[in-house]
């Protein structure tokens, strides 16, 4: 079994493996899943690889990364989660994705709160962003839920809105896209 970072009443946040490329793959190639994240496609178990790559450097440069979320009753893949740095942002940004069949269930919510207590408590990280698609609406409750603010929309260099949602001091900014 994986190294526990932290764990809910129902959920295991596991560290990723060398091997758990296809783990990712699972959970990141269902178009439904991807549909509010990124450019909305299902990413390639060739992704999956070097965000393997990236995700262990991760650990050993900053301490955290990207988790499997696991339930600990049976050991079933519910999704992954973790804290990044995108484009080597200073910020640090949560993101969270489960598999279709856990949707619902409180899971997305519960993930995220872990989240928070652990960055906060444990890594040293009070102020945390969230980045959403505008449309995705359970995500926003999701976020709020947790005790993220809404900030503002931004358009990215692809022509499409994010918006940013922030935890803790308010004036933290997202580095790639400073507050006019």
């Known amino acids: 079994m994986a190294e526990a970072v932290f764990t809910t009443a129902r959920l295991r946040a596991e560290r990723l493996g060398p091997d758990d490329a296809d783990l990712l793959f699972t959970v990141y190639s269902d178009p439904e899943a991807m549909r509010f994240v990124g450019d909305g496609k299902p990413i390639t178990r060739e992704a999956c690889a070097r965000w393997i790559t990236i995700t262990l450097e991760n650990y050993t440069r900053r301490g955290y990364g990207m988790w499997a979320l696991r339930r600990p009753d049976n050991g079933a893949l519910v999704g992954c989660c973790g804290i990044t740095h995108p484009s080597d942002q200073i910020a640090p940004e949560t993101k969270y994705c489960l ?3 856990h949707w619902g269930q409180g899971y997305a919510t519960e993930a995220l709160s872990g989240m928070v207590a652990n960055a906060t408590s444990t890594l040293g990280l009070p102020n945390l962003l969230a980045t959403v698609d505008p449309a995705h609406t359970t995500s926003h409750r999701v976020l709020e839920k947790a ?7 931004v358009i990215e260099d ?22 006019p």
Do not use: I, M, N, S
């Not at 005790?147 to 929309?153: D, E, L, V």
């Not at 022509?159 to 507050?179: E, I, K, M, N, S």
């Open 99 to 101: 598999l279709c069949e």
């Open 158 to 179: 692809d022509g499409l809105p994010t918006l940013f949602y922030y935890y803790g001091d308010p004036a933290v900014q997202d580095d790639r896209h400073p507050a």
């Open 147 to 153: 005790g993220f603010k809404r900030g503002r929309t």
